[in-house]
């Protein structure tokens, strides 16, 4: 396995400060937030097909609300969301 390398992102200092807030939170490092939203994101990708646009472009928001749920941060938010979809 090759070594981790570091990723740059330029975000609004409120934005950045609120999500640390939330991850901390939640009991988790923020690095460990956006690495499990990179994964579900590649996960999403790798199992859809490439005429299939809905899933395309729902992919980013259901990684987010994935890796959200597995770090507990959504809770009744997310429960009450899948309700209402069913």
Same mark, same amino acid.
């Given at each position: =396995? /090759?070594?981790?390398?570091? =990723?740059? @992102?330029?975000?609004?200092? $409120?934005?950045?400060?609120?999500? *640390? *807030? @939330?991850? *901390? /939170? #939640? +009991?988790? &490092?923020?690095?460990? !937030?956006?690495?499990?939203? =990179? $994964? &579900?994101?590649?996960?999403?990708?790798?199992? /859809?097909?490439? +005429?299939?646009?809905?899933?395309?472009? $729902?992919?980013?928001?259901?990684? @987010? $609300?994935? @890796? #959200?749920? #597995?770090?507990?941060?959504? +809770?009744?938010?997310?429960? !009450?969301?899948?309700? !209402?979809?069913?």
């Amino acid at each position: =396995m /090759r070594r981790p390398v570091w =990723m740059r @992102a330029r975000v609004e200092h $409120e934005l950045r400060r609120r999500f *640390k *807030k @939330a991850a *901390k /939170r #939640a +009991g988790h &490092y923020p690095s460990e !937030a956006i690495r499990l939203f =990179m $994964e &579900y994101l590649v996960e999403i990708d790798l199992t /859809r097909t490439p +005429g299939d646009l809905t899933v395309w472009r $729902e992919s980013v928001q259901k990684a @987010a $609300e994935d @890796a #959200a749920n #597995a770090l507990w941060i959504l +809770g009744e938010q997310s429960s !009450a969301r899948e309700r !209402a979809q069913e």
